[in-house]
């Protein structure tokens, strides 16, 4: 089973490309430069549209972790 729907690849390929002509913005409002960064704003742009993407990972993983190996 697919992870991301076709919807969520246009929009992040719709991302991608407003990176290449300069004009993806960031939540401050700067240029978007990273590749990776623009991917993710692609993603969420697909999920605000309610494309299949998955959820976005949490802290809570991380902290958990930590809180395990300290108990060792």
Not at 7 to 19: L, Q, Y
Not at 27 to 35: D, E, H, N, Q
Not at 56 to 65: E, F, L, P, S
């Amino acid at each position: 089973m697919a992870k991301y729907g076709k919807k969520a690849s246009k929009t992040v390929e719709s991302a991608m490309r407003r990176r290449k002509r300069g004009t993806l913005k960031s939540g401050s409002g700067g240029t978007v430069k990273s590749r990776k960064q623009a991917i993710a704003i692609g993603l969420s742009e697909a999920r605000e549209k309610g494309a299949k993407v998955p959820r976005k990972r949490t802290g809570a993983r991380k902290a958990t972790r930590k809180s395990a190996s300290k108990k060792r």
